[in-house]
């Protein structure tokens, strides 16, 4: 497979995808690209509706022959069936509806808490042009001049506390990894969580299980190459606008 990869410091989306590639040995040219300073809506990049409408906010694009393709956890299950490395899904049918129910939590209410505060954090400096989606520019708008209720952000500190809570819960019966074997959902969650430890102390304050557990998945070498390619001391600091948050609470 020839494929090229735009992303941005390894935190979030962008530590799914390189982490996932690196997991399954896949060949691909590395682009690395500023996502706050608004990169990805340059004219250099394809601008496929699916990425310029993607959910997930400001994520990598993987182009392979021409398509391109966004939203780390579904790039990641592409690029579990092209490579050749050991599966990072599981092949039981129920255990991968739970890993992907697992993910779309992480998704759903995880990633837009996490994006919130670190951008609440580390505010853009400016809202770059050409964005195509409109709740994007909003988010963007709204991070560059931190707008952001501070009722949404006492709900997103929530949202990271549950989520720590969580994890200590599903280790709880002694496995190393989140779905037992390690998985896509193994690096999702730490993709979101590991800029949470700086902004949201409280919540990593008593939990061992999941201390252990990212100390296992920092030292995998698919993880330290991805960690690798940071251009700066603390990439897990570095934030763009990403997912909404979730209207239903």
């Known amino acids: 497979m020839t494929g090229i990869l735009y992303h941005g410091q390894p935190n979030g989306p962008s530590f799914t995808v390189l982490a996932a590639a690196f997991e399954k ?14 990169e990805r809506h340059s004219t250099a990049l394809p601008h496929a509706i699916e990425v310029d409408q993607s959910i997930e906010g400001e994520g990598p694009v993987l182009v392979v022959d021409g398509v391109a393709m966004t939203d ?5 299950c592409y690029l579990d069936e092209v490579g050749s490395g050991p599966a990072i899904r599981p092949a039981d049918p129920y255990a991968r509806w739970q890993m992907m129910a697992w993910c779309r939590y992480v998704i ?3 990633a837009p808490a ?12 400016a809202v770059p042009a050409g964005i195509a989606s409109a709740d994007l520019a909003a988010r963007w708008t709204e991070a560059v001049e931190g707008k952001v209720e501070e009722s949404r952000l006492t709900d997103s500190r929530t949202k990271i506390v549950q989520a720590v809570e969580k994890i200590e819960a599903q280790l709880a019966d ?16 730490h993709g979101w969580l590991a800029g949470m430890r700086a902004i949201v102390p ?6 061992p299980l999941t201390d252990a557990w990212e100390a ?7 993880v ?11 990439p897990e600091a570095i934030w763009a606008p990403g997912p909404e948050i979730n209207r239903w609470g």
């Open 108 to 110: 759903e209410r995880v």
């Open 224 to 234: 330290v190459k991805a960690l690798g390619l940071a251009t700066i001391p603390e």
């Open 114 to 125: 996490a994006a919130a505060l670190g951008n609440a954090a580390a505010p853009p400096p």
């Open 25 to 38: 040995g896949v060949d691909l040219d590395l682009r690395a690209i500023d996502l706050v300073a608004g």
């Open 216 to 222: 296992r998945l920092r030292a995998r070498p698919a």
């Open 174 to 189: 002694g496995r190393d990894w989140l779905m037992g074997d390690f998985s896509i959902a193994d690096l999702e969650t």
């Open 72 to 76: 780390s956890v579904f790039v990641a």
């Open 202 to 207: 409280d919540a990593f304050a008593a939990a």
